[in-house]
């Protein structure tokens, strides 16, 4: 399975932007996977940022972007996307995009096993 993200760019504090993910499988496979956001900040680990589960049953964020970031997935298009609103200085980071097939959610956290390269979103405050 190969991801690929797009969408990343440079913003001001409170502006928009939409990533994409594009996974390269049919929209059956495709239907059959979680999908998720994390993100990696410079000098930070990564972090999980939200997910979508498969036919899309819940949407599940971190406490930080609840509210200004919403994760959706068009199963025809087999792409994933993170809208994020009312961007904030913080939120600069390499966005990640990963799928699981099945449910990637466990009792210790998320776990993902097909990763995209990632997309750099940076907001000038």
């Known amino acids: 399975v190969q991801l690929q993200a797009s969408g990343g760019g440079l913003v001001q504090a409170g502006g928009s932007l939409r990533l994409s993910c594009v996974a390269s499988?049919?929209?059956?496979?495709?239907?059959?996977?979680?999908l998720g956001w994390f993100r990696q900040a410079v000098g930070k680990e990564r972090e999980f940022v939200a997910a979508?589960?498969?036919?899309?049953?819940?949407?599940y964020y971190t406490d930080s972007v609840k509210g200004r970031f919403t994760i959706s997935r068009d199963n025809a298009k087999t792409t994933v996307f993170l809208q994020m609103n009312s961007l904030k200085a913080e939120d600069t980071a390499v966005y990640y995009c990963?799928?699981?097939?099945?449910?990637?959610?466990?009792?210790?956290?998320?776990?993902?096993?097909?990763w995209g390269r990632g997309t750099q979103v940076t907001v000038s405050s």
């Open positions: 990963a799928a699981e097939r099945g449910y990637s959610r466990r009792s210790t956290g998320w776990a993902f096993s097909y």
């Open positions: 499988v049919s929209e059956v496979t495709f239907s059959r996977f979680d």
């Open positions: 979508i589960s498969l036919r899309g049953g819940g949407a």
